[in-house]
Nanobody
Framework: QVQLVESGGGLVLAGGSLRLSCAAS????????MGWFRQAPEKERVFVGA????????TYADSVKGRFTISRDNAKNTVYLQMNSLKPEDTAVYYC???????????????WGQGTQVTVSS
């Protein structure tokens, strides 16, 4: 069992940066791949990116590639999403998730946080 708690969301101007954190409980954190998803109002939850258990592999959606970076610290049971050059279309609730394999399909991720709001104003 893994419990996830996101933090770091907020309001930022376009072009600005935010770093989201996702703290996990449980001794098995380091055995899970970790992903970030986002959901804008009245839209489906979509894949942002993910990192494997070791931190040696990351993958990103085309919409955020080159602007967002995912990292993890297994000693702190935490995964991060560094978001740079933010755009108004990045506005959404951001969720972290844990799974045994990386997939862009939300239903295959076993554990989810409660989400944190990111709002980018123009």
């Amino acid at each position: 069992q893994v419990q996830l708690v996101e933090s770091g969301g907020g309001l930022v101007l376009a072009g600005g940066s935010l770093r989201l954190s996702c703290a996990a409980s449980g001794r098995t954190f380091s055995s899970y791949a970790m992903g970030w998803f986002r959901q804008a109002p009245e839209k489906e939850r979509v894949f942002v990116g993910a990192i494997d258990w070791s931190g040696g592999y990351t993958t990103y959606a085309d919409s955020v590639k080159g602007r967002f970076t995912i990292s993890r610290d297994n000693a702190k049971n935490t995964v991060y999403l560094q978001m740079n050059s933010l755009k108004p279309e990045d506005t959404a609730v951001y969720y972290c998730a844990a799974a045994t394999v990386i997939t862009p399909i939300p239903k295959f991720w076993a554990y989810w946080g409660q989400g944190t709001q990111v709002t980018v104003s123009s």
